[in-house]
């Protein structure tokens, strides 16, 4: 005898159904390596200074982080790579932008 099994109305479940809204697996991958970028406090401080003012040159952000140019090209390499600025060359300075997708996406989960 084989048992059927009946839905079980959502005022008598222990607990919600889970989302059907969660990650894939390449965008969790995506999502994480964004996260790792922003885990250090001096990329965190590049990144936020590149959002607030819409963009930003290397050459700008050494004084507010304190740093050589070689580490904030280290760090900015390091964004850029997680998909969260894009650079473009002026002369002899990078220009940086944000990604407004990746800035969309992160905003998504975490507001959830």
Do not use: Y
């Amino acid at each position: 005898m084989s048992a059927t099994l009946t839905p079980v109305p959502l005022d008598q479940m222990c607990c919600a159904p889970l989302s059907d809204q969660a990650l894939s697996a390449e965008q969790a991958d995506a999502l994480s390596a964004v996260f790792a970028a922003l885990a250090d406090p001096a990329r965190l401080r590049i990144f936020s200074i590149i959002v607030n003012d819409g963009e930003a040159c290397s050459c700008n952000l050494e004084a507010p982080l304190g740093r050589s140019q070689s580490t904030i090209s280290h760090h900015t390499s390091r964004l850029a790579a997680a998909g969260l600025i894009v650079g473009e060359k002026r002369g002899r300075w990078t220009w940086w932008r944000p990604v407004p997708e990746q800035l969309a996406l992160a905003a998504r989960v975490l507001g959830r």
